[in-house]
């Protein structure tokens, strides 16, 4: 089935950037999406890209995917302490099913 | 516009007993999906359901767990005679039709963290 990696941890100084990386096996999900959980919360969608694309750009966030070698990244520029958080990759396989990565546990040092 | 409400927030339960997790979806949302998040892992798909119906329950353990979305009143995910391992956070999302390839993606209860004692 679907599986989708992530490395467990990061650590960052404050106004550095950040790089989160993610590979998966299936490549039908037409949409890839990042989400950010802050400790006792739910899911909040960060962003996504369209599988046809090769980068997005939204403020703060750059959405990088190559499709050959099936690896998806998100990088977070000038990071500040309030993006300490658990970051997951996620893909939906053509369907509803939504599958996660074991998330990113993104931390930011003063 | 209130987003998904789910209760309680936190949960605990001796084991053996009932867990009944509510999740009231976003306005105007008719579809229904239940995930759970183990310690330090991601969050793994449970079921799918429509109003009063169970589209996808692939993901729900075949024993003991329930899971329904009636025609009035919020889904409801139901774990009979918990036991240790059962303990996680369960996140109900919704969206208006099927979310199939959609980059608006799920709207993420705050989830219930289910303690088993």
């Known amino acids: 089935g679907e599986d989708v990696e992530q490395s467990l941890f990061l650590s960052v100084r404050e106004g550095d950037s950040s790089v989160i990386n993610c590979t998966y096996t299936d490549s039908s999900s037409t949409y890839l999406y990042w989400y950010k959980q802050e400790p006792g919360a739910g899911l909040q969608l960060l962003t996504y890209i369209f599988s046809n694309m090769d980068m997005k750009q939204d403020q703060r966030l750059t959405v990088l995917l190559n499709k050959k070698d099936k690896h998806l990244s998100l990088r977070i520029a000038d990071t500040q302490t309030g993006d300490s958080a658990i970051y997951f990759c996620?893909?939906?396989?053509?369907?509803?099913?939504?599958?996660f990565g074991t998330g990113t546990r993104l931390k930011v040092l003063a | 516009n209130a987003g998904v409400m789910q209760n309680p927030r936190h949960l605990v339960r001796r084991r053996g007993q009932e867990a009944r997790l509510r999740c009231s979806p976003m306005?105007?949302?008719?579809?229904v999906y239940w995930y759970r998040q183990l310690p330090e892992e991601g969050l793994k798909f449970m079921v799918y359901?429509?109003?009063?119906?169970?589209?996808?329950e692939s993901g729900m353990p075949k024993e003991r767990f329930s899971a329904e979305f009636p025609k009035e009143g919020p889904s409801i995910l139901r774990i009979q005679q918990v036991v240790r391992g059962d303990s996680a956070a369960y996140f109900c999302?919704?969206?208006?039709?099927?979310?199939?390839?959609?980059?608006?993606?799920?709207?993420f209860g705050s989830g219930t963290r289910l303690t088993v004692v």
């Open positions: 306005k105007g949302h008719s579809h």
């Open positions: 359901l429509q109003k009063e119906n169970i589209i996808d």
């Open positions: 996620a893909v939906t396989s053509g369907t509803y099913k939504y599958i």
């Open positions: 999302a919704s969206s208006p039709s099927d979310n199939t390839g959609s980059k608006d993606g799920y709207t």
